[in-house]
Antibody, heavy 122, light 107 residues
Framework: EVQLVESGGGLVQPGGSLRLSCAAS????????MHWVRQAPGKGLVWVSR????????SYADSVKGRFTISRDNAKNTLYLQMNSLRAEDTAVYYC???????????????WGQGTTVTVSS | DIQMTQSPSSLSASVGDRVTITCRAS??????LNWYQQKPGKAPKLLIY???SLQSGVPSRFSGSGSGTDFTLTISSLQPEDFATYYC?????????FGQGTKLEIK
């Protein structure tokens, strides 16, 4: 079964750090671009970051640039999001998503994890 | 950044109705437009990619059209399980922006 499972969320104080993980199974992880998308409570979907299949290229939303780092370990079939200097406005459910085709990223995200909740509060 | 604007923001309809949701991009995105369905407490689900291609396993009552800046998602005959929030997203450039969502409610 094709599956993504996020972990690492929790409660953190403003200015703190967290690292989210997304464990992939049931497909050739190293062939797919991957994304992080977040959703604040009661709000819409917001794209956060993307990484290409071999990890050599990354992109970020302006709101997280310089604070968040996306990475992957293809040997461990795992995607990461390192989040530093966290702010209250980073509070959200964070989803990882798989690009819809191997080796390219034009066809939407066809597999999503269940989400992990990050709460930034003192 | 490309801005995506959906209309309406909310919509009330009945089972069996035909429903259309519109998404407009702030600049041309060719056909790089995707549609997602999200139910409360669940992850989004890809319905349509590249404007009009139906994702595997998605019922044929869902269809998409458009190119350039204007796109539509149509549900030909609403079923009870279709009441959800729908999002468009462009995959033409980064950041991969989403529309603000359209909440489809039961009338």
């Amino acid at each position: 079964e094709v599956q993504l499972v996020e972990s690492g969320g929790g409660l953190v104080q403003p200015g703190g750090s967290l690292r989210l993980s997304c464990a992939a199974s049931g497909f050739t992880f190293s062939s797919y671009w991957m994304h992080w998308v977040r959703q604040a409570p009661g709000k819409g979907l917001v794209w956060v970051s993307r990484i290409n299949s071999d990890g050599s290229s990354t992109s970020y939303a302006d709101s997280v640039k310089g604070r968040f780092t996306i990475s992957r370990d293809n040997a461990k079939n795992t995607l990461y999001l390192q989040m530093n200097s966290l702010r209250a406005e980073d509070t959200a459910v964070y989803y990882c998503g798989r690009a819809g085709e191997q080796l390219v990223d034009y066809y939407g995200m066809d597999v999503w994890g269940q989400g992990t909740t990050v709460t930034v509060s003192s | 950044d490309i801005q995506m604007t959906q209309s309406p923001s909310s919509l009330s309809a009945s089972v069996g109705d035909r429903v259309t949701i519109t998404c407009r991009a702030s600049q041309s995105i060719s056909s790089y437009l995707n549609w997602y369905q999200q139910k409360p407490g669940k992850a989004p689900k890809l319905l349509i990619y590249t404007a009009s291609s139906l994702q595997s396993g998605v019922p044929s009552r869902f269809s998409g059209s458009g190119s350039g800046t204007d796109f539509t998602l149509t549900i030909s005959s609403l079923q009870p399980e279709d009441f959800a929030t729908y999002y468009c997203q462009q995959s033409y450039s980064t950041p991969r922006t989403f529309g603000q969502g359209t909440k489809l409610e039961i009338k």
